[in-house]
């Protein structure tokens, strides 16, 4: 009887192991939204990213092998807002079924305007308020997908909505003390428009929306002259960016280097931007102490 009963047994684990479903294969573009993704799916989830950390979305030129990511994926997440411009090439050339989800559905976005031409600003996710959409818009996607995870996924949605609102609540009152005549700051590029406004900082930057862009001398010299009229004590690099242009207006302005500040993708993570609410916290900082130096 006994023997019978392990007979049993094995069979029955063999049979669940046979029925278990096989983890998705969902591809994001970039690694703060792949995040986010892991973020909401947990252990449900096997999430892949196109472009790596500390690596400029803006520029990225896909690879076979990112090709066969798109191919054999069975979901894919990207920013939208004209940010993955390689997108829909990369996506048209492998013939992917896999459902494409626009990660920022429903945000407001910011227009970002240069000379006669009108763009998107992509950068949504510099305010906490829109990581929020984003992750409503990624538990969507995956509830789609897995629904036996249903439970888990809406579990995990909320644990990380608190505390994304924690991290909001927390920026706030970093901030609080800086006097708005200090609030100007100097990155590589225009990639801090939502953070600017939605914490009262006023940016500005060399270059445009895209790291593609490149300022004429004139621009340069315009922005070296509003460096000293606001006082602004410290310029910042950014974790994609060529530093060069930026130490180089620093040199010319006789400022200082605050600091790196992550834009468009998070650090390794052995480095200190390794999550989305790490990359908020430390970018604050940077930027308190970097105010507080201006006069």
Same mark, same amino acid.
């Given at each position: ?11 029955l ?19 703060i ?37 798109i ?68 538990e969507?996607?995956?509830?789609g ?9 809406q ?20 901030l609080?003390? $800086? ?6 700051? %100097? ?7 939502? *953070? +600017? !406004?939605?914490? /009262? ?37 950014e ?9 180089? $207006? ?6 200082? %280097? ?7 993708? *998070? +650090? !390794?993570?052995? /480095? ?24």
């Amino acid at each position: 009887m006994r023997k019978w009963g392990i007979i049993f047994l094995t069979l029955l684990i063999h049979s669940s192991l046979g029925c278990a479903q096989p983890t998705p294969k969902i591809v994001v573009s970039f690694s703060i939204l792949k995040d986010l993704v892991e973020n909401v799916g947990g252990e449900a989830v096997t999430v892949t990213s196109l472009v790596g950390p500390n690596s400029d979305a803006h520029i990225f030129e896909p690879t076979p092998e990112s090709a066969q990511l798109i191919s054999e994926a069975d979901l894919i997440l990207i920013n939208g807002l004209g940010f993955e411009a390689w997108i829909p090439r990369l996506v048209e050339s492998t013939k992917t079924k896999a459902k494409i989800v626009i990660a920022s559905q429903n945000i407001k976005s910011r227009t970002f305007v240069q000379g006669n031409e009108f763009s998107p600003d992509p950068h949504a996710w510099h305010d906490v308020k829109n990581a929020m959409i984003y992750v409503d818009n990624i538990e969507k996607a995956l509830l789609g997908l897995i629904p036996q995870s249903t439970e888990l996924i809406q579990k995990n949605a909320a644990r990380y909505r608190k505390q994304l609102k924690d991290l909001e609540t927390w920026i706030y009152k970093e901030l609080e003390s $800086i006097p708005r005549h200090q609030r100007t700051v %100097i990155t590589a590029h225009d990639a801090f428009g939502y *953070l +600017s !406004e939605a914490y /009262q900082i006023k940016f500005l930057a060399p270059q445009g929306l895209s790291t593609e862009s490149e300022p004429s001398v004139q621009e340069v010299v315009d922005l070296i002259k509003e460096i000293k009229e606001h006082r602004v004590g410290v310029v910042f690099i950014e974790n994609i960016t060529n530093e060069r242009l930026i130490r180089h $207006i620093a040199e010319e302005a006789g400022v200082a %280097i605050g600091g790196m500040l992550y834009s468009d993708a *998070l +650090s !390794e993570k052995n /480095q200190p931007a390794a999550t989305y609410v790490d990359m908020m916290k430390i970018n604050i900082q940077l930027l308190k102490s970097g105010m507080l130096k201006n006069k």
